[in-house]
């Protein structure tokens, strides 16, 4: 008599009998997301931490961090040309070369969706906790004391993001083997 497998919702069903169950690439792109959400996931309980359980303060400063430093990466051309044609002078260069964009409470809501006076709420509190500048009621920059104070973390999400990155490279080699044939690319947009 052939067993039955387990309901899908039952406890005692593995990920992995689930995942042989199909063979089409879906479930190796679901693996593979799942396992780069983990890394989204470490993201928002530091964040909830460093910012006091206030996600939405973690997001407004955020955003503002990259409206500020984005001017000066896009003139790199990151996409246009080759790593190998990229060094550190270069960085350093634009970013000297490029002033800080300053945003408004109104860019950082439309970019996030969040209602304006919460980001203008938030602006005050990040100017409170000295992490933001605020030049006239248009001009948002992140102090350099904020630049300090997540400095080790920054560094951590950067390792974190290479580990999770060269396992993901792992995962997908490994899934686009079967049966020592390689399918095609799973993981990869199309």
Same mark, same amino acid.
């Given at each position: 008599?052939?067993? @039955?497998?387990?309901?899908?919702?039952?406890?005692?069903?593995?990920? +992995?009998?689930?995942?042989?169950?199909?063979?089409?690439?879906?479930?190796?792109?679901?693996?593979?997301?799942? =396992?780069?959400?983990? =890394? &989204?996931?470490? $993201?928002?309980?530091?964040?909830?931490?460093? =910012?006091?359980?206030?996600? @939405?303060? =973690?997001?407004?400063?955020?955003?503002? #961090?990259?409206?500020?430093?984005?001017? #000066?990466?896009?003139?790199?051309?990151?996409?246009?040309?080759?790593?190998?044609?990229?060094?550190?002078?270069? /960085?350093?260069?634009?970013?000297?070369?490029?002033?800080?964009?300053?945003?408004?409470?109104?860019?950082?809501?439309?970019? @996030?969706?969040?209602?304006?006076?919460? /980001?203008?709420?938030?602006?005050?509190?990040?100017?409170?906790?000295?992490?933001?500048?605020?030049?006239?009621?248009?001009?948002?920059?992140?102090?350099?004391?904020? $630049?300090?104070?997540?400095?080790?973390? +920054?560094?951590?999400?950067?390792?974190?993001?290479?580990? &999770? #990155?060269?396992?993901?490279? $792992?995962?997908?080699? #490994?899934?686009?083997?079967?049966?020592?044939? /390689? &399918?095609?690319?799973?993981?990869?947009?199309?």
């Amino acid at each position: 008599m052939p067993r @039955t497998p387990p309901h899908p919702r039952s406890p005692s069903v593995s990920l +992995g009998y689930l995942a042989a169950q199909t063979v089409n690439t879906e479930t190796d792109r679901m693996i593979l997301s799942t =396992f780069a959400g983990s =890394f &989204t996931q470490e $993201i928002l309980r530091r964040a909830y931490r460093m =910012f006091d359980g206030d996600l @939405t303060l =973690f997001l407004v400063f955020g955003e503002i #961090a990259q409206y500020n430093v984005a001017r #000066a990466m896009r003139s790199l051309n990151i996409q246009e040309i080759a790593a190998s044609a990229l060094n550190r002078n270069d /960085v350093l260069r634009a970013l000297q070369e490029e002033q800080v964009a300053p945003c408004n409470a109104l860019s950082i809501s439309e970019a @996030t969706g969040i209602p304006r006076e919460t /980001v203008r709420r938030k602006v005050k509190e990040l100017q409170k906790r000295q992490m933001l500048y605020r030049e006239g009621p248009r001009k948002l920059t992140l102090t350099p004391h904020a $630049i300090e104070h997540f400095y080790n973390a +920054g560094l951590d999400v950067m390792q974190d993001f290479h580990e &999770t #990155a060269r396992i993901i490279r $792992i995962l997908q080699e #490994a899934l686009n083997r079967r049966d020592g044939s /390689v &399918t095609s690319g799973v993981g990869t947009r199309r």
